[in-house]
């Protein structure tokens, strides 16, 4: 069942950048993983913040719904959307220092989406932060609830900022790259606690990464994203062993593969273009290893990929990270 469904999404920079993201179309499902995965400044995060009107003043939804559990979250009043974050929706962001308060205790920021959401008393709801310190793995939990977030490790901060994602039972989670700011180690620890909470709470995740590890290990479905556009939307499966944009192609074959010897690792040439100067047409053309034109001058904005080629079976591509 359809629990998150952005529809025909388009983020302007209004009077400078239009079409930072456009006619952005994908669902993420109760109790699967969604992954919005592309190089840096392809629109991902952008796009998730939107969800929950997270933009920056400067930046407008010019079109298109996002609708969660029936209700359009573009056309709510701040007050109503004050009430679905942190409740039926929790975000985890991708830096915890700068994301927590530091003038407040973790306990208190914890217990205060409980006092808000749901109205309970200081007291009770630091005994449910207490508990929810102890669900993500922190050692100590009672004594931590006095800690603030400076004392605290990059690793320990990240896991506050998942307790208090959970802490009113949300049905989605909304994570933007929840591990780039943390070692290897310490990111191995979250995705795996995050992989657990999901699991046993039966949570939906939008994911927002870059690390293709991640995907195969923790998602479902994968939403490819490239300059503001979706490149292709299908399955774990399907895109590490049937990739259709020759985009997803080439990310995974820029993946080193454990016993190859390679004397240099495959690159996507060029960069991704920045908006305002996006190319006509496919906007990876210039960086397409199977461009011509005029075929790709007519991509397909709906369906599994933007390809013409691809969906008109002129092009058929080889090779996958597991193929």
């Known amino acids: 069942m359809t629990l998150l469904s952005v529809e025909g999404l388009t983020i302007d920079l209004p009077g400078t950048q239009p079409g930072l993201v456009e006619d952005v179309t994908f669902e993420v499902n109760e109790g699967r993983c969604t992954a919005l995965i592309g190089e840096s400044g392809c629109g991902k995060s952008l796009t998730s913040l939107a969800v929950l009107g997270l933009l920056p003043p400067s930046v407008r939804v010019s079109a298109g719904a996002v609708v969660f559990d ?6 709510c009043s701040p007050r109503q959307l004050r009430k679905i974050r ?19 205790t973790v306990g208190d920021q914890i217990a205060e ?15 449910r932060a ?33 307790a208090a994602a959970i802490a009113c039972d949300p049905r989605l989670i909304i994570a933007d790259e929840p591990t780039t700011a943390l070692d290897v180690t310490i990111q191995a620890e979250i995705l795996s606690l995050l992989r657990d909470l999901q699991r046993d ?13 991640v995907v195969a290990d923790f998602c479902d479905d994968v939403v490819v994203m490239y300059a503001g556009h979706i490149a292709e939307r299908t399955g774990v499966d399907d895109l590490f062993y049937r990739p259709a944009h ?11 593969q454990a016993g190859q010897s390679r004397s240099r690792l495959t690159v996507i040439p060029g960069r991704v273009p920045t908006a305002g100067a996006f190319p006509p047409g496919c906007r990876f053309g210039p960086r397409c290893a199977h461009f011509t034109a005029p075929e790709c001058a007519r991509p397909q904005p709906h369906g599994r990929t933007r390809c013409g080629r691809v969906a008109s079976g ?3 591509l080889e090779g996958a990270l597991h193929g």
């Open 86 to 104: 942190g409740g039926p929706v929790g975000m985890v962001f991708q830096e915890p220092m700068s994301s927590l308060n530091p003038s407040m």
């Open 314 to 316: 002129d092009l058929v």
């Open 246 to 256: 020759p985009y997803s192609a080439a990310l995974l074959a820029a993946v080193p």
């Open 130 to 162: 207490k508990d929810l310190l102890d669900r993500v793995g922190i050692p100590n939990a009672a004594r931590r609830l006095a800690a603030y977030p400076h004392e605290m490790s990059g690793g320990m901060q990240q896991r506050v900022m998942i």
């Open 113 to 127: 989406a409980r006092r808000l959401h749901l109205g309970e008393g200081r007291k009770v709801a630091l005994a």
């Open 70 to 75: 029936g209700v359009d979250l573009l056309t």
């Open 201 to 213: 709470l039966g949570l939906a995740v939008l994911l927002v990464t870059h690390d293709l590890g």
